[in-house]
């Protein structure tokens, strides 16, 4: 950028007479200053500059960017990170993009599905950001958004269930879980990385209230038995705490 340089670099495999196609892919630019990267949706190209947003804590933003000053991301990877830009893990204080990275990472380990794989990096995308099931499908089809909308929780995202006591909510999302069995081996995984990465949490609230949730979610989930043990053995590390 000419007027106030945030960024990178150079686009990587693009001619300038392609940018007009990658409209609505993402970019990454990096902070020299303060050495934060932010991920970027191209919203469009004018013929000399890029329209970027890019979300702060589900508060959408806006930029313009020269087209040399950006490098494309791949595309799951670059939307998971563009909807999160900004949030933190309630109890690890981390950017929240590490957490949908290691479920990816942990399903890959058990599957070379790249569906799961890919609904991974996806699942809290329309859960905990300003992001809907149908901006999923329109970005990567009704299969993936279909298998996304099996791993949200339907007490976070439909407004009058939000208000109900807190077993009611969980029932319902169990209920939701059940249904959905091609996304039991990323709703394992989501518990897994969550049981290691909330050990900051209280102990009493985790011990008493989140561990047997997450046990009788396990209970339902059709998976391997090795899947199995490996998520219980996660729900007893926090009992041990």
């Keep these: 950028?000419?007027?106030?340089?945030i960024g990178i670099i150079q686009m990587v495999n693009i001619r300038p007479d392609e940018f007009q196609s990658i409209e609505n892919s993402y970019v990454t630019l990096f902070n020299f200053q303060s050495e934060h990267t932010t991920v970027f949706r191209i919203d469009s190209y004018d013929g000399q500059r890029f329209n970027l947003s890019y979300y702060d804590n589900n508060l959408k933003k806006t930029l313009t960017a020269d087209p040399y000053d950006t490098i494309l991301l791949e595309k799951t990877l670059g939307f998971a990170s563009y909807y999160h830009g900004g949030q933190k893990r309630k109890y690890a204080n981390l950017p929240y993009i590490i957490h949908p990275v290691a479920v990816s990472h942990l399903v890959a380990s058990f599957t070379v599905d790249q569906y799961l794989i890919k609904t991974a990096l996806l699942h809290d995308s329309?859960?905990?950001?300003?992001?809907?099931?149908?901006?999923?499908?329109e970005e990567f089809g009704p299969s993936i958004a279909k298998m996304v909308d099996g791993c949200t929780n339907p007490s976070q995202v439909i407004p009058e269930y939000t208000k109900l006591k807190r077993a009611e909510r969980k029932r319902i999302d169990?209920?939701?879980?059940?249904?959905?069995p091609e996304v039991h081996l990323v709703k394992a995984m989501d518990i897994y990385h969550n049981m290691f990465t909330s050990i900051g949490a209280d102990r009493y609230y985790m011990k008493n209230k989140v561990v047997p949730e997450k046990t009788e979610v396990l209970a339902n989930l059709v998976i391997p038995n090795d899947v199995k043990n490996l998520v219980q053995s996660s729900l007893d590390m926090v009992m041990k705490l």
Excluded: R, Y
């Excluded at 950028?1 to 340089?5: I, N, P, T």
């Design 1 to 5: 950028m000419k007027e106030k340089k």
């Design 126 to 137: 329309a859960e905990d950001c300003d992001c809907t099931i149908k901006d999923i499908e």
């Design 174 to 180: 169990l209920e939701h879980i059940i249904k959905n």
